[in-house]
């Protein structure tokens, strides 16, 4: 039951004391935001010059390995908490093969980055096949062009070890594949990384809105989509808490949910079951709406990133993946 702490009616309640100074403001703001408990996603890309514009990002760049490290040192210049790296391979196949490569693009950027980083930022990765497979499907395929759950599980695992090896501090499944958070930590624990970290993307729906990232990521599936593995939108509640409780069982040390703005609700209730740490990713389309509505000038861009972002805590994470983190660090401190 709440607490009624509110008797008297108007006037002599009067909601808008509270509200009249900015140092009043301030003073009772019950959410606020931190640069440590950002995250950044990256971009890094294989075989590039310099580093290429998204064109459905504005801002948002493929890296080479060079300004990827600059990119990260100015991150964590700027207090952001941790980046999760994204890898675009020059060369991709059926099974990914660049993924659990040692010298696959992500690997390499990560021994660069983590050896002149130190501890000034947590350097994490994103732990999936789609960046790396033909076909842009997040896992093997059966013959009748399905994605194997269980076959794709050796595959994430095999990649995860990869990832510790090159220096990864914390591993993010991104798949939604049964069984992979269990696969990956045994495989972990199996190599000598048993204190590495999984932050589960556990309740990971179907979105729209992940659209600008396949341009970033040069991932989007060749046929089909991805319905048969990421959440329906639409599709039970309790879905989201069971992904979630699963994870946490098969050993998540963290758990996340995505998108972020349009899923507050499933936010809100898996903060409410767990006591772990809660992410939620502010993903690419929600990133580039605000861009988009704001170069055109119909929104005030900088108070409608921050609104977001308010409203993305308030509702229960206490880590968030933005590609504004640099930004939002910079103008926090
Ligand atoms: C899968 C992955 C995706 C995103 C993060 N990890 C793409 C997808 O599931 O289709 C999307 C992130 C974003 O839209 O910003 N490796």
Not at 48 to 67: F, K, L, N
């Amino acid at each position: 039951m709440r607490p009624v702490t509110e008797t008297a009616p108007f006037p002599a309640a009067r909601p808008r004391r509270l509200r009249r100074t900015a140092g009043l403001r301030r003073l009772v703001a019950g959410t606020r935001l931190h640069p440590a408990e950002l995250i950044l996603p990256m971009f890094v890309k294989e075989g590039i010059a310099g580093p290429q514009p998204v064109g459905s990002m504005p801002g948002v760049v493929q890296h080479t390995r060079e300004s990827l490290r600059k990119a990260a040192h100015e991150a964590a210049e700027a207090g952001v908490g941790g980046i999760i790296l994204f890898g675009v391979p020059e060369q991709k196949d059926a099974r990914g093969s660049a993924a659990d490569d040692p010298e696959g693009i992500v690997q390499v950027a990560l021994r660069d980055l983590v050896s002149d980083i130190g501890d000034s930022l947590v350097v994490m990765t994103d732990t999936c096949l789609d960046e790396y497979t033909d076909h842009g499907h997040c896992g093997l395929l059966t013959e009748s062009g399905e994605v194997d759950n269980d076959a794709t599980l050796e595959r994430y695992a095999s990649a995860a070890v990869a990832q510790a090896e090159a220096g990864s501090q914390v591993i993010a499944p991104s798949g939604m594949m049964d069984g992979q958070v269990g696969a990956i930590r045994e495989a972990l624990d199996a190599n000598g990384f048993a204190e590495i970290p999984i932050l589960a993307y556990s309740a990971k729906y179907a979105s729209a809105f992940y659209g600008p990232f396949r341009d970033a990521a040069e991932c989007a599936p060749q046929f089909g989509d991805r319905s048969a593995y990421q959440q329906d939108p639409a599709g039970p509640v309790g879905e989201a808490l069971r992904e979630v409780r699963l994870d946490l069982a098969e050993g998540a040390d963290a758990v996340m949910v995505k998108p972020a703005l349009a899923y507050l609700d499933i936010l809100r209730q898996v903060r409410d079951l767990v006591e772990v740490p809660v992410a939620a990713y502010q993903v690419s389309g929600e990133y580039a709406m605000i861009e988009a509505a704001a170069a055109n000038g119909w929104i005030d861009r900088d108070r409608a990133i921050m609104e977001s972002l308010i409203a993305i805590r308030r509702a229960g994470a206490d880590l968030i993946l933005t590609y504004w983190a640099t930004e939002v660090a910079r103008r926090l401190s």
